[in-house]
């Protein structure tokens, strides 16, 4: 799951003149020989996967690639997958931005339910929502099904920086567009739709990564993508090239998405934004604020209620199986564990690289920042497989270890925690910094009792949109897993394979009501913000 992310970021854009912000001598003068060193080494880390592909396909030869390549299944998918990742990326830009919209610009009634309300989808896996929906709606297959189920289960990675890039926003602006006859319409098109395209685009490019690298959700649908059939070839056909070939596509393709939002982002460019005054809240006639409220209360109902719904049935109902009995607490203590493992791991290494990006921006450090991303677009199982690899050519006692999958997941959700950090670093002001060392305190110091403070919140959201995304992984932890032991998602697709149903809810909703926690820290985290910026207006 699943950037981004930009998800907890403060939003980013054109601020006023007086927004401090580090001039290029100032970032010039200094070459941060420390943090370059730690992004080279975590950057290296994330392209293993990439490295094993490219090997596999040297090995392999170009005739058998290319032969692989231009099939017409590769072509059949591409279709598949570049269709899905269009249509459920503008779903979810619409779906998001309204709802963040009418949340944060609107006079809402319960509008704190709404926030939080509208952020616990995110905390649903895909393959329970995709289980849910092909369970109860007999249309929910093939490409109507994905769409569905991919546009209700992502939609929050939209709304959660488009809401924060709303909170933090001028609304001066657009009541003076108002004022000079614009209807709100025009207002919204012309002035909030500029300031929130930062946030908005990044929500877009962690959707439409995650949406490359789905495997459960597609194959419980019976919806062919890249994802499935390299599962298909490696798991079932022990092919090796083919899957390495398609995942090479994959590669190419997240390239493409990742161009595409660098070149609409305006090149990457990072500036503070910083609110004249809180935003005032539209006060609309009953009839609209009913009409409001109906329309977030049937996308949180159709988001929650039914995949919610599913399982609590089946929990009542439950049923037998022919696989042996598991432990349900254990597999929960363990899925913790690795979460919060990974989590931190994860935060910890996005630091430096999210630093370097924003503090000390190049040519290069843009370039080592954008390569992080290319992993969001990997399927779980290339990243795995790149990982047992080298685990067995160089580092043989990781191989089934729980270090390595706690190293398979800072991989896989490297980006969610990077855009998180990187957009707290970008907001917190320079200025302290600088007067912190003007003081005589040394970098270090510096670091720790001032930077570190102020990029916190981003490590908290970082940290919990990566904790969620562990607890909700599936393909990686088949493969990366140590013998013997279970995740709550490893056990549910266990059950669920074998069509005991009910004996796999039980796994789904407690990974659920782990997965919640989070969730429901990062909404309460995002009102708390709004709170103290309106008592401070």
Do not use: K
Not at 18 to 45: D, K
């Amino acid at each position: 799951m699943a950037n981004s992310s930009t998800l907890a970021a403060a939003p980013t854009g054109p601020g006023p003149a007086g927004a401090a912000r580090p001039s290029a001598a100032r970032r010039g003068r200094r070459v941060p020989w420390l943090l370059t060193g730690l992004s080279v080494a975590v950057a290296a880390l994330l392209l293993l996967p990439l490295g094993f592909l490219l090997l596999q396909a040297d090995q392999a030869g170009w005739s058998t690639i290319s032969g692989l390549l231009f099939r017409r299944l590769t072509w059949t998918l591409l279709r598949n997958t570049v269709e899905l990742t269009a249509i459920v990326t503008l779903c979810c830009a619409v779906l998001g931005t309204a709802a963040a919209y009418c949340v944060e610009r609107v006079a809402l009634p319960g509008r704190r339910v709404w926030a939080v309300l509208l952020v616990l989808p995110v905390a649903l896996p895909d393959f329970v929502v995709g289980y849910a929906w092909s369970s109860w709606v007999p249309f929910a297959q093939g490409l109507t099904g994905a769409v569905i189920v991919m546009t209700l289960s992502l939609y929050p990675l939209v709304y959660l920086p488009v809401a924060a890039a709303l909170r933090a926003g001028d609304a001066g602006l657009e009541e003076q567009a108002r004022s000079l006859g614009r209807t709100p319409w025009q207002a919204f098109v012309q002035v909030t739709l500029r300031q929130i395209r930062p946030a908005l685009l990044g929500g877009c490019l962690v959707v439409a990564l995650a949406l490359l690298a789905e495997y459960g959700a597609f194959e419980i649908l019976r919806f062919q993508t890249f994802t499935t059939e390299i599962f298909t070839e490696y798991l079932q056909g022990f092919d090796g090239p083919a899957a390495c070939a398609l995942s090479l596509v994959l590669v190419v393709l997240s390239l493409a998405v990742l161009l595409a939002e660098y070149a609409a982002g305006g090149g990457g460019r990072v500036a503070r934004q910083v609110a004249v005054r809180a935003p005032r809240r539209a006060r609309p006639g009953r009839p609209a604020l009913v009409a409001i409220s109906l329309a977030l209360a049937a996308l949180s109902a159709v988001a929650l209620l039914l995949p919610v719904g599913t399982l609590a049935y089946w929990c009542v109902v439950g049923g037998s199986t022919t696989l042996p009995p598991a432990s349900l607490l254990g597999a929960a203590g363990q899925t913790a564990l690795y979460a919060v493992s990974a989590a931190a791991l994860t935060t910890l290494l996005a630091l430096p690289v999210g630093l370097l990006s924003v503090r000390h921006r190049s040519r290069f450090s843009v370039l080592l920042e954008r390569s992080t991303y290319l992993v969001q677009g990997l399927p779980g199982l290339a990243i795995a497989l790149g990982l047992v690899f080298f685990g067995i050519r160089y580092v043989f006692a990781l191989y089934q270890s729980p270090e390595l999958l706690v190293i398979g997941y800072a991989v896989m959700f490297f980006p969610l925690a990077l855009v998180a950090v990187r957009a707290s670093v970008a907001s917190a002001p320079v200025g302290l910094e600088e007067i912190g060392r003007s003081l005589g305190r040394p970098r270090w110091s510096v670091a720790l009792r001032v930077t570190l403070p102020l990029v916190a919140p981003g490590l908290a959201a970082g940290f919990c949109l990566v904790f969620l995304s562990v607890v909700t992984e599936l393909t990686a932890t088949l493969i990366l897993i140590p013998t013997g032991a279970h995740t709550l998602a490893s056990r549910f697709w266990e059950y669920e394979s074998d069509l005991s149903y009910g004996a796999a809810a039980p796994y789904a909703a407690l990974m659920v009501a782990i997965a919640a926690v989070p969730s429901y820290v990062l909404g309460r985290w995002f009102d708390r913000v709004r709170a103290r910026q309106e008592q401070s207006a």
